[in-house]
């Protein structure tokens, strides 16, 4: 995926705060900038990506990210989640009524599946610096295309 941003600061080990265009997959979702972010910012995010061609502040520049990537990450944030839902949901029933405790089998399996899904959320915080600190996950910029107005 491509996408066009502007430099606003060089950062150490030759990464880059790119400003970019909120890409149309990311507008309903609201967790970058939120609902009480910034109102001039809205539209816009501020990333860090890898900048080996050794972009400048103020320059346009094209950044890339792998496909591959994005889907992983989404499969990471969205999907592992639900799966851990999921089968905490069937093991909580069957839990509660094959050894006969005295829950309903529907109120287990909702306690075991939001239980197994949030410790799947609180296992990717844990890693979240090791994401943010590797380069798996963060864009490159492949050239300069210009300078900002």
């Given at each position: 995926m491509e996408q066009l941003g502007l430099v606003m600061e060089l950062v150490e080990n030759n990464r880059a705060l790119v400003r970019v265009h909120q890409h149309s997959a990311c507008t309903g979702c609201g967790?970058?900038?939120g609902f009480f972010?910034?109102?001039a910012e809205k539209g816009h995010l501020l990333v860090e990506v890898m900048n080996p061609v050794g972009a400048q502040k103020g320059e346009v520049v094209r950044?890339?990210?792998q496909s591959q990537e994005i889907l992983y990450a989404a499969f990471l944030l969205y999907i592992l989640p639900v799966l851990a839902l999921l089968a905490g949901l069937f093991a909580g029933r069957s839990l509660a009524s094959g050894y006969g405790l005295h829950i309903s089998p529907d109120l287990g399996g909702l306690a075991l599946g939001l239980l197994a899904m949030v410790f799947v959320f609180l296992i990717l915080r844990g890693q979240e610096k090791k994401f943010q600190a590797g380069k798996r996950f963060k864009a490159v910029i492949t050239a300069v295309v210009g300078k900002s107005e």
């Open positions: 967790a970058c900038v972010g910034d109102p950044l890339e990210t």
